[in-house]
């Protein structure tokens, strides 16, 4: 497995959860990093991206200010820390490694998912 995602779970609103991302050492060395999301009956959506030396990062604006992308190289982790969670955030969420941005296609490889459920 080369990208592994854990840290999922259910959560109250207003509340945190922090993301991981787990992956090989030439997965994590290859390239961009990013977060996306797919809730039940919608498209993916994107969430988040940085890029290969962890000084770029990207929102989508739906969670601008409130989550942060990160990358420990030590660890070959990539983290999403969620704050304020709103009941909205309830989706699947994907890790994936490829080219910086946005479009999901421009990413090659992708984590299982791991299930975000924001209680009202």
């Known amino acids: 497995v080369q990208l592994q995602a854990s840290g999922g779970g259910l959560v109250q609103t207003g509340g945190s959860l922090r993301l991981s991302c787990a992956a090989t050492?030439?997965?994590?060395?290859?390239?961009?990093m990013g977060w996306f999301r797919q809730a039940p009956g919608k498209e993916r959506e994107f969430v988040a991206a940085?890029?290969?030396?962890?000084?770029?990062?990207y929102y989508a604006d739906v969670v601008k200010g409130r989550f942060t992308i990160s990358r420990e190289s030590a660890e070959n982790t990539v983290y999403l820390q969620m704050n304020s969670l709103k009941p909205e955030d309830t989706a699947v969420y994907y890790c994936?490694?490829?080219?910086?941005?946005?479009?999901?296609?421009?990413?090659?490889?992708w984590g299982q998912g791991t299930l975000v459920t924001v209680s009202s």
């Open positions: 050492v030439r997965t994590f060395r290859s390239g961009a």
């Open positions: 940085i890029n290969y030396s962890g000084a770029r990062t």
């Open positions: 994936a490694a490829g080219h910086y941005g946005s479009n999901w296609r421009s990413y090659d490889l």
